[in-house]
């Protein structure tokens, strides 16, 4: 398994994944292209090395929403909804695997590389991961990457225009620092 940035070749993995369409998923993996190049953020494509198939998808997240319609809810000031503190050096991760890739792995192995390179070598300080309550692999994946629990936020989303809670999962340079997260 390794990371590589999105191919429109990789338009079915995205239609698989976000459960859209193939024009939906090629106007989502151009999203993702132009994420990554005005530097709001990076997304990146879990492949299979013998074959090179688009598996999943690992991202840090700089900008105010996710892709998924998800977002933090917005705050009483007339500001857009935001996922992540804007703190220098704080950022998400989002993660997913098509459904047939599940259960190998693919997931943690790929929020392990991108967080480790994040807090090692590209200067962030946090990484957060929200999830919700009863998405229990989600949970998995983070806790198996290093991540602690931190908390049950209530009613902290928006999925499809409802409120929703998150769980808070973090990873901190510290953590790899102390050798904490399983890398080493």
């Known amino acids: ?22 024009h939906d998923a090629r106007e989502w993996i151009e999203r993702q292209r132009q994420r990554s190049a005005a530097g709001e953020g990076l997304s990146l494509a879990i492949v299979d090395d013998g074959t090179d198939a688009a598996l ?5 997240l700089f900008r105010p929403r996710l892709e998924s319609g ?6 009483a000031v007339d500001l857009p909804g935001l996922v992540f503190n804007l703190q220098p050096g704080n950022v998400g991760i989002g993660y997913w695997v098509v459904e047939s890739a599940r259960r190998r792995g693919l997931a ?8 480790r390179w994040a807090l090692r070598d590209a200067g962030v300080e946090r ?3 929200l999830t919700e309550p009863d998405n229990l692999p989600s949970h998995r994946v983070a806790e198996r990457a290093g991540f602690r629990w931190e908390g049950h936020l209530r009613c902290y989303l928006q999925i499809d225009g409802r409120g929703a809670d998150a769980v808070v999962y973090a990873l901190v340079r510290g953590d790899i620092d102390a050798h904490i997260a399983p890398w080493d």
Do not use: K
């Open 127 to 129: 990484i957060e991961a």
């Open 1 to 22: 398994m390794r990371l590589r940035p999105w191919e429109q070749r990789d338009a079915d993995c995205a239609r698989q994944g976000r459960a859209c369409s193939e």
């Open 70 to 75: 998800i977002v933090r809810r917005e705050a």
């Open 108 to 115: 943690s192995t790929a929020v392990m590389l991108l967080s």
């Open 56 to 60: 999943g998808y690992v991202g840090l």
